[in-house]
């Protein structure tokens, strides 16, 4: 589980971040990653993971499944994000039926092709 301190719950950041953010897409997954200006928060902030798993995706059993496996597998990356970074993972439909080896090469390609944008 995320600490309580990486858990992004303002809706308002989920938007900043889905907007403004770098995106990258895979078949089950699209993360938006958004570095945002250190000097606007009041203090540093972690970085923080939330999560987008529609109706779409199943049912609640499988919705909260989804989730459960895509924030153990966040939380491997959490440290190695900037600080003050929000990434946002959105679940397509297909994640569904994925198995954790392949939610886990996604959200990696995913994290990289984004990291690589937010550095140039």
Same mark, same amino acid.
């Given at each position: ?19 403004? @953010?770098? #995106? ?5 997954? +699209? *993360?938006?990653?958004? =570095? %945002?200006? &250190?000097?606007?928060?009041? @203090?540093? #902030? ?5 999560? +987008? *798993?529609?109706?779409? =995706? %199943?049912? &609640? ?60």
């Amino acid at each position: 589980m995320l600490p309580a301190a990486h858990r992004l719950t303002d809706g308002a950041t989920f938007r900043e971040a889905i907007r403004s @953010g770098r #995106r990258a897409g895979c078949r089950t997954l +699209v *993360v938006h990653l958004w =570095v %945002g200006d &250190a000097s606007s928060d009041a @203090g540093v #902030r972690p970085a923080r993971v939330g999560f +987008v *798993v529609s109706k779409a =995706v %199943g049912n &609640a059993v499988v919705r909260n499944q989804v989730k459960r496996r895509l924030r153990h597998l966040a939380r491997e990356h959490v440290s190695t994000l900037p600080g003050s970074a929000v990434l946002v993972v959105r679940a397509l439909p297909p994640a569904a039926t994925a198995g954790w080896a392949e939610l886990g090469a996604d959200l990696e390609r995913c994290l990289q092709r984004t990291r690589a944008e937010v550095t140039r």
